[in-house]
């Protein structure tokens, strides 16, 4: 049963450090997705289109990616998943490649092309992810302290 089910004098107080420290965490989710923006439209590439090819490429276990497991990775219908990889295929960063056990299963790999410009956003990402870790981790001190 999550908290927002139980009655109000069950669920644990709150206190208006909580409530500071969790704006700061959203405020710099924002501000981490903002920069993740800016960045992926310098590069030509629309955010969903950049975290696609993350997902491809950092897909858990490093193991071969269908169209479902990047619907999944994204929280997108599959559907939607499909126009995305036909729009990254079009832009020559995806290719699709037939399952050798399984000819129902179609793989996605990153071209060359695809590779460099994830490699160069993602060292982008890491440095603003370094910038904010401070911050971060003084939120999640609070959290123990």
Not at 36 to 58: C, N, Y
Not at 82 to 104: C, F, S
């Amino acid at each position: 049963m999550s908290d927002m089910s139980q009655p109000r004098e069950q669920r644990p107080a709150i206190s208006q450090a909580d409530y500071q420290r969790l704006s700061e965490f959203r405020y710099l989710i924002r501000r981490f997705l903002e920069f993740s923006q800016v960045q992926a439209e310098d590069a030509g590439l629309t955010p969903r289109q950049h975290q696609a090819l993350l997902a491809i490429k950092g897909f858990p276990g490093g193991g071969p990616v269908t169209v479902g497991d990047l619907a999944e990775r994204l929280r997108i219908r599959h559907h939607s998943a499909v126009e995305l990889v036909n729009r990254l295929g079009e832009a020559g960063l995806v290719t699709r490649d037939q399952d050798k056990d399984d000819h129902r299963r179609v793989l996605l790999q990153l071209t060359e092309r695809a590779d460099d410009c994830l490699a160069e956003l993602s060292a982008a990402h890491l440095d603003e992810l370094s910038r904010i870790e401070p911050m971060l981790r003084r939120l999640l001190d609070r959290d123990r302290g």
